[in-house]
């Protein structure tokens, strides 16, 4: 039996207060936002903007993150350099969120978006069941990657001693919050209804 | 708006029929009781959580959230001592530390997640709720209801906590550092915060819009 989907019946759903309305409108009846039956240019959008975070992901892991000043002498530190330094004082606990949150998550997103596209775009034979698992799990731990950032800001606010100690914020800060903030945007510009699409018209 | 098809099933205009945002599954929610939660038959998506209250809940976080909020910017968020010096941060100064660094784009990046973007919801969430609540649309509610759905995965209230906890452990090396009664009232905050988004209910939210402006709906 086919599944009842609002595109069989040819309906679209508001992406944004869930208003289903007849497919031929474009501008949602009770919110005003624009209407689509399926995101459009998804996978083309996503990979455009997954690009441009891979690309940024460079830069974020070269250069330095924060520069402590300490007594005259700057130290730069880089993402990874810092997650050795905790390892060194003894925190693994909390290298482990910062190697999670700052390596781990942005690269797993990076491999489970182009596996998605890959996927819808080349029609292979994969479950959309599992896909979609995949997706969400990529779409919830999108902005945990931004406590990188949030610690740059702390501690550049917080230390801050005059010429005893100090700490600068580094370019690769920016770099990585643009990184957190594109794959949020491709997350969002993926359609994950595309993975059902067809199963449904292999069903049909 | 009514059509049939092959199935025999009436699509009305009702706003708790909906498809699910992941996979198009049509679904009837209008049988929920009060704190059931629907999820997609299909793909396990979470649909809506019915509550009779929900939008008396999600404004009385509301209310709750704006005062800690106003709390967390007033007064010292952590302090650090070292070798007889003492600097003290507040909230809003974590911004500006990174605009006096140099980086005034990330200091906007790192403002807007934290607190204008919070902010800003809560205020919508206030614009929203209240006429809801006392039964008395006005013309801004779905412009408002719009805005919150937009802006509330880009509050990051609960991911900077965590920072302040990794920032914590990774002077305590160097320094003393104590928290501050800011950092308890934002703790508290992200708390509200997070309650008061989770109870407005997305399709309840909009069903009740619906209500009150039928004459918007074409």
Known sequence: MTALTAASQNLSSCHLCYKLAPS???RCPRCGAAMHQRKTASIQRTLALLITASILYIPANILPIMITDQLGSAEPSTILGGVVLLIKLDSVPIAAIIFIASVM?????FFAFYYLCWSVEKNAMTSPRQNTTVYRMAEFVGKWSMVDVFVVAILVALVNLG????IKPGAAALAFACVVIITMVAAESFDPR???DKTDKNNE | MKQTNNNNIIINASPFLIACPSCDLLADTSKLHHGETANCARC???LCRYKDDGIARALSYTLSALILFAVACSFPFLSFKAAGLESVMTLPQT???LYSGGMPELAILVAAFIMFIPLV????????CIPIYRNKPNTLLTTSGRLIFILQHWAMAEVFLIGVIVSLVKIAAMATVEMGISFWAY???TICFTLAISNLDRVQCWSEIERLTPEAIK
């Open chain 1, 105 to 109: 998550v942005p690269l797993s997103k």
């Open chain 1, 194 to 196: 595309l993975m059902w």
């Open chain 2, 187 to 189: 703790a508290a905050f």
């Open chain 2, 121 to 128: 919801v809560l205020l919508l969430l206030l614009a929203v």
């Open chain 2, 95 to 97: 911004a500006w530390a």
């Open chain 2, 44 to 46: 396990n998506q979470f």
């Open chain 1, 24 to 26: 031929e409108v474009h």
């Open chain 1, 163 to 166: 010429g005893l100690v100090a």
